[in-house]
C-alpha cells in the first residue's frame, strides 16, 4: 500500500542519453512536485503540478520535462542528460498546494550519469 | 545562497537523552517552518511543523521552537531513542504556495 511510488530506485545512464523517472500516488492528492537532492545534500523543488497543471517550476533547464498524465501521475523526462545531473530525485505528493498541506515523498531515484 | 542553514552534520545523543538539532535561516519572509525525518533509501517524512504566530509546538516527543528575532528553530527529541536515528531535514516557506527550502540535514545517532 505504497502511497508515493517512483520506478526505477536506480538508473545509471551515458551522458547524451535521454531518461524517464515515473511517479505515482495512490492517497488522492491534487498537488505533486518533483525535487532534487545534490551531492551537496541540498533538497531542491523543480516542479510542481496542481491538478495536472504546471503551477511552481524553478530554474531547472529546458531538459528536464514533467509530464502529468493524470493527477495521480508525475512523470519526469530529462532529455541529453549531463554529468551534473548525477543526483537523486524525488517525488512528492499533497492534498492541495497550499505550504500547510503535508508533502508525502517517495523513496526516491539515484540517477547516475556517466 | 542558503537560505535555510543547519550548521551541525551530525549529531549523537545517548538513548534516553534530549536531542536539539538546530535550525537557522536568512529569509525574514519565511512564516512556516517544518521538520522532516529521512531514514537511509527511503524519502523524508514529514514530522512537525510550526507557523510564525507561534514560538513552540509540541508533539509527543518532538517539540520545536522558533526564535523569529534570531531567525532560529531548533527541534526537541525527549527521550530521544535508538528509532529516531536519521537525517532531519529542517524547511521554511513563505505565505501562499510558494516552495519549501529545506537545509542540507543533520544527521542523528541515538547510542543505546
Known amino acids: 500500500d505504497t502511497a508515493v511510488s517512483q520506478t526505477p530506485k536506480y538508473l545509471v545512464t551515458q551522458m547524451g542519453n535521454d531518461k524517464s523517472i515515473k511517479c505515482e500516488q495512490n492517497?488522492?492528492?491534487?498537488?505533486m512536485y518533483w525535487y532534487k537532492q545534490d551531492s551537496k545534500k541540498f533538497l531542491k523543488i523543480m516542479f510542481s503540478?496542481?491538478?495536472?497543471?504546471?503551477?511552481i517550476n524553478e530554474t531547472v533547464p529546458n531538459r528536464f520535462s514533467p509530464k502529468s498524465p493524470d493527477k495521480a501521475h508525475l512523470n519526469l523526462h530529462i532529455n541529453s542528460l549531463e554529468l551534473g545531473d548525477s543526483a537523486v530525485y524525488f517525488c512528492?505528493?499533497?492534498?492541495?498546494?497550499?505550504?500547510?498541506?503535508?508533502?508525502?515523498f517517495g523513496p526516491g531515484t539515484r540517477l547516475t550519469v556517466l | 545562497d542558503q537560505q535555510v542553514k543547519q550548521n551541525s552534520p551530525s549529531l549523537s545523543v545517548q538513548e534516553g537523552r534530549i536531542s536539539i538539532l538546530n535550525c537557522d535561516y536568512t529569509?525574514?519572509?519565511?512564516?512556516?517552518f517544518l521538520w522532516y525525518k529521512k531514514y537511509p533509501a527511503e524519502g523524508p517524512t514529514f514530522l512537525i511543523s510550526?507557523?510564525?504566530?507561534?514560538d513552540k509546538n509540541e508533539d509527543g516527543r518532538f517539540t520545536v521552537f522558533l526564535n523569529k528575532s534570531a531567525k532560529h528553530l531548533s527541534l526537541h527529541i525527549v527521550p530521544s531513542q535508538p528509532g529516531d536515528s536519521a537525517v532531519y531535514f529542517c524547511?521554511?516557506?513563505?505565505?501562499?504556495?510558494?516552495?519549501?527550502?529545506f537545509g542540507k540535514g543533520t544527521r542523528l545517532s541515538v547510542i543505546a
Open positions: 529569509n525574514s519572509m519565511f512564516d512556516y
Open positions: 503540478y496542481n491538478n495536472k497543471e504546471l503551477i
Open positions: 524547511a521554511a516557506s513563505e505565505a501562499g504556495n510558494t516552495p519549501l527550502v
Open positions: 512528492a505528493s499533497s492534498k492541495g498546494g497550499l505550504i500547510t498541506d503535508t508533502q508525502y
Open positions: 510550526i507557523s510564525s504566530i507561534k
Open positions: 492517497l488522492g492528492h491534487d498537488t
